[in-house]
């Protein structure tokens, strides 16, 4: 079994309280689940409006595939929501 995992940074201009961050995470964290297959939350920087930490986690029985999908993640982030501005990411093999 092989784990995986990326840490990305985002900032999301124009958000202006936690409701509005809530409406623009909520629908990029279900469309990286549904286009990935993966697990997908917010998981630091969650009483800042404009600056957000997500993860996403994959499991599969090949490293290879895991990476795969993992380096796939923020370009299909800044291609799908222009909105959102990736400051940084980082991925990990558990």
Do not use: Y
Request: charged share 25%; proline share 4%.
């Amino acid at each position: 079994m092989h784990v995986g995992a990326i840490s990305i940074e985002i900032r999301l201009p124009g958000c202006h309280s936690l409701k509005d961050k809530r409406k623009r995470l909520k629908p990029l964290l279900t469309g990286l689940h549904r286009q990935f297959n993966i697990s997908a939350a917010e998981i630091a920087q969650n009483d800042h409006h404009q600056l957000a930490t997500i993860a996403c986690v994959v499991v599969s029985n090949e490293s290879r595939h895991v990476q795969q999908i993992l380096s796939k993640i923020p370009s299909w982030i800044e291609n799908r929501r222009p909105d959102i501005q990736i400051i940084d990411d980082e991925i990990i093999m558990l």
